[in-house]
């Protein structure tokens, strides 16, 4: 990996993009190396955080993608959803993934987070989609991850106007469920990981299965996903124990 540096953790994988020189802009060598990743993690599914890392000008998340590969994209390049194709496979990872954000994510940066199930930030995040200011739009989940994240008139005020957030504004649109310094960062999110890593990891498989399950599917899916799980050794046992700690046994 030279894009990424890994580190495996007992129920998670951190994961640090890592191109300081060029701010972590997302080129075709980082993209490759998530889709590497994911194959693992579709394999053995574990947690997944997803942070950058620091440069001579400060943190960054993510600064977007590389500029000079982007200058050179021609249709059949936007035909081939390179960026949105790697975000939605992070998406549909089998455990939830969380960004621990740090500085900017802008543009393709932006887009990664809003592909993650959880956001947290520090008090230095600035996160917005300036691409019409470069001619072109953000094409790789924004344009409808975002109206779910935060609605449509702030959404429109990101990828129309270029709207950058900040830490104080993204928390209040809930775009990030907690702020932390940023030495404590890395530490909230492994929390976080740790506490998801709690619950029985097939409820939640099925439970994120079912959250991004079309709305014409409910509540078939729901009902299914709960057959199996009524049937999971693993319901019994935690049950079991429940009722054993009720009853003082």
Known sequence: MKAL????GSNHVLVRLNRPDVRNAIDQQMVDELHELCSELELRPKILILTGCETE??????????ISQLRERRNTDALRGINSTIFRRIAALPMPVIAAIDGFALGGGAELAFAAD???GTPRIRIGNPETGLGIMAAAGATWRLIELVGEPIAKEILLAGRVLNAEEALSLHLVTGIHEPELLIDAAIALATRISTQDPLAVRLTKKVMHA???AHPLVEE????????SPEKFTRMDAFLNKKNGK
């Open 5 to 8: 540096e890994i580190e495996h």
């Open 57 to 66: 000008k400060g943190a960054i998340f993510a600064s977007g993608a590389d």
């Open 118 to 120: 959880f956001r947290i």
């Open 214 to 216: 079309p709305r014409e």
């Open 224 to 231: 299914l996903a709960q057959a199996i799980l009524f049937e």
